[in-house]
């Protein structure tokens, strides 16, 4: 990828080089049945207030983008109704009596338009905004999610979601690997067990940001506002 002009923003394990053009904000699985109580993620005995905590923040930064006219894409881990994008070996893992498919709290379990399988009203996506149906953890497998990315020119990811040692690890790897520079906002990702969260920050930060940084929504934020609200920015839609 081409070298561009960058400010650097407070991060570890130094500062993150937010780029002129290029930005986007990848909002991983904020969908209904890992967020709300009754949902899938709760059924299975996880505390989901846990990932709630982060809702606040994801949607400060969605805003923000909003505002500057940044990019943002959404992921939502689902499958085809009939499964067959569904490996049995990802279906019959574990000993939950709640398998992928079966019928659940909000309807059938991570299958694509059942209703648990939405984006919580707080980070629902506006007309325009992408959504990529993922069959996977990475948001890169079998989607269309590095089409969009090529198409718009970006180079920067800053990432959210849950949960962070899986699907938003998982995506940050596979990015990183696409040689996309990616930032992942501390106090904007979630996993039902904190010392997972802990060990993955310590994991993507290490040797000299060997998947890439971390900061934080607020450090994020004043940056945002500092880099592009004065700059003149083309609609991305």
Avoid at 129 to 142: C, D, M, Q, T
Avoid at 151 to 158: A, E, M, R, W, Y
Avoid at 165 to 174: S, Y
């Amino acid at each position: 990828m081409p070298t561009m002009p960058t400010t650097p923003l407070p991060a570890q394990p130094y500062p993150y080089p937010l780029p002129a053009t290029g930005l986007a904000l990848l909002i991983i699985d904020m969908q209904r049945d890992f967020i709300e109580p009754g949902g899938f993620g709760d059924a299975l005995g996880n505390d989901v207030s846990l990932l709630r905590a982060i809702i606040s923040n994801v949607k400060a930064l969605q805003e923000a983008f909003r505002r500057y006219n940044l990019p943002i894409f959404q992921t939502v881990e689902g499958h085809l109704p009939d499964l067959s994008d569904c490996p049995s070996s990802k279906r019959d893992r574990g000993t939950s009596a709640l398998k992928i498919g079966d019928p659940g709290p909000m309807g059938r379990i991570l299958v694509l338009g059942e209703p648990g399988n939405g984006i919580i009203p707080e980070l629902a996506p506006l007309p325009g905004e992408v959504v990529i149906p993922k069959p996977g953890k990475g948001a890169f497998f079998a989607t269309d999610l590095e089409h969009h990315l090529i198409k718009q020119g970006i180079t920067h990811l800053v990432i959210t979601g849950v949960t962070t040692e899986v699907c938003v690890q998982t995506t940050m790897r596979e990015a990183n690997d696409r040689g996309y520079e990616c930032l992942l906002v501390e106090d904007a990702t979630e996993s039902y067990f904190p010392e997972f969260k802990r060990a993955t920050l310590e994991m993507v930060r290490a040797q000299g940001g060997i998947v890439g940084w971390t900061s934080c929504t607020e450090t994020l934020l004043q940056a945002l506002a500092q880099h592009y609200a004065a700059q003149p920015l083309e609609p991305y839609l």
